[in-house]
Every structure is written in structure tokens, then in C-alpha cells.
């Protein structure tokens, strides 16, 4: 069974850049669309973007000037940058495959 | 880009009521839909996937219908246990702005 695990930085100073990986465990990462999710504390779900197994993306337009999502095949990983964050960053970051699989989120808050 | 609107965004109903959540497309999106429910604290568990397939392990009373541009999430007999918060998705894509479900 396809496990999800989130790893990098809980905590991230204003301006700088979040970056987070994904490591996938029980298959392989080919062949499938790979997503960021996150949820800021107390609010709804919101989808960042994905990267496909080929390197190919698409982001959430509201998030798209600050971006980038990138997939390594040898490592069975892909992960998240997300430049010049502020406070409103703030939230648990989980990576996902459609449907239904999902890491366990790791918290990443935004503070000097 | 397609969005996801969800109504509505809280709902309060006892105990054996029939419940629908409703999930609308700004464009067809076939049966590209899923439906999650959270409970607080808690990563989103999967429902329904493709519109009306029930996940495996998750009670016969949750169901999923519609194609297109209009879906709706129906639990025929409310129980405690499905207090939470429920949220379609478009398939790699965005989700709606969630239904919180009170039990009253």
C-alpha cells in the first residue's frame, strides 16, 4: 500500500522559502499526478498544485507567482518551494496522490 | 480554471435525518469528483471517489451522485460519529470551501 511522508522545515522566516519534500513508500511515483494540499490553522482545504511522474505541473492560480513543485524518479520523492512567505503561510502542508492518499501533514509556520 | 462551489457551509440535523451536500463545477468535470470528510485534528478521509464510488471500509449510508457540473455527498441516516467537515474535489485540483455538519 502507498505510504506519503512530508518531511523539511517546521518553522520558516518571513520572505524566505518553504521547501518541502514527499517521500513515496509501497510504489512508484510513476505514471501518477502528485499534489501539495494545505490547511491553515482553523480553515478549509487548499490545493497548491501537482507535478506528474513526466515533470509536467499545474498550480493554483492564487499561488502561482510563488510556486514550484518538482518530481524526483530516483528518489521516489517530489516536493514543494514556495517563495517569499509570510504569515498567512502558515498551515499544515500534506502532499497527496488523487484519490485518497495523503501523508500525515507536517505543520510549517511562518515567524521570524 | 475551474471552481468548486459547495453549499451549504454549515448544517445542523439530528439523528437519523437524510442529509445533502451539494457541490457545483464552473465547468464539466465528468465524474472527476471526490468527497472527503474531516474531523478535527485529523488528515481528510476519502469517501467517494469518481462521483459515486463508495471507498472501501466507509458505511453503505454516505453515497455520491452526478456528472458535469453538479454533485451532491448523501448521508441517508445521520449518525453522531459523522460529525465533521465534509469537502468535494475536482481531481488534482481545488477543492470546495467545505460543509460543516452539526449534529443537533
Known amino acids: 500500500q502507498v505510504q506519503l511522508q512530508e518531511s523539511g522545515p517546521g518553522l520558516v522566516k518571513p520572505s524566505e522559502t518553504l521547501s518541502l519534500t514527499c517521500t513515496v513508500s509501497?510504489?512508484?511515483?510513476?505514471?501518477?499526478?502528485w499534489s501539495w494540499i494545505r490547511q491553515p490553522p482553523g480553515k478549509g482545504l487548499e490545493w497548491i498544485g501537482y507535478?506528474?511522474?513526466?515533470?509536467?505541473?499545474n498550480y493554483n492560480p492564487s499561488l502561482k507567482s510563488r510556486v514550484s513543485i518538482s518530481v524526483d524518479t530516483s528518489k521516489n520523492q517530489f516536493s514543494l518551494k514556495l517563495s517569499y512567505v509570510t504569515a498567512a503561510d502558515t498551515a499544515v502542508y500534506y502532499c497527496?496522490?488523487?484519490?485518497?492518499?495523503w501523508g500525515q501533514g507536517t505543520l510549517v509556520t511562518v515567524s521570524s | 480554471d475551474i471552481q468548486m462551489t459547495q453549499s451549504p457551509s454549515t448544517l445542523s440535523a439530528s439523528v437519523g435525518d437524510r442529509v445533502t451536500i451539494t457541490c457545483r463545477a464552473s465547468q464539466s468535470i465528468s465524474v472527476w469528483l471526490a468527497w472527503y470528510q474531516q474531523k478535527p485534528g485529523k488528515v481528510p478521509k476519502l469517501l467517494i471517489y469518481k462521483a459515486s464510488s463508495l471507498e472501501s471500509g466507509v458505511p453503505s449510508r454516505f453515497s455520491g451522485s452526478g456528472s458535469g457540473t453538479e454533485f451532491t455527498l448523501t448521508i441517508s441516516s445521520l449518525q453522531p460519529d459523522d460529525s465533521a467537515t465534509y469537502y468535494c474535489?475536482?481531481?488534482?485540483?481545488?477543492f470546495g470551501q467545505g460543509t460543516k455538519l452539526e449534529i443537533k
Open positions: 507535478v506528474y511522474s513526466s515533470g509536467s505541473t
Open positions: 497527496a496522490r488523487d484519490p485518497g492518499v
Open positions: 509501497g510504489g512508484s511515483i510513476s505514471n501518477y499526478y
Open positions: 474535489q475536482h481531481y488534482n485540483s481545488l
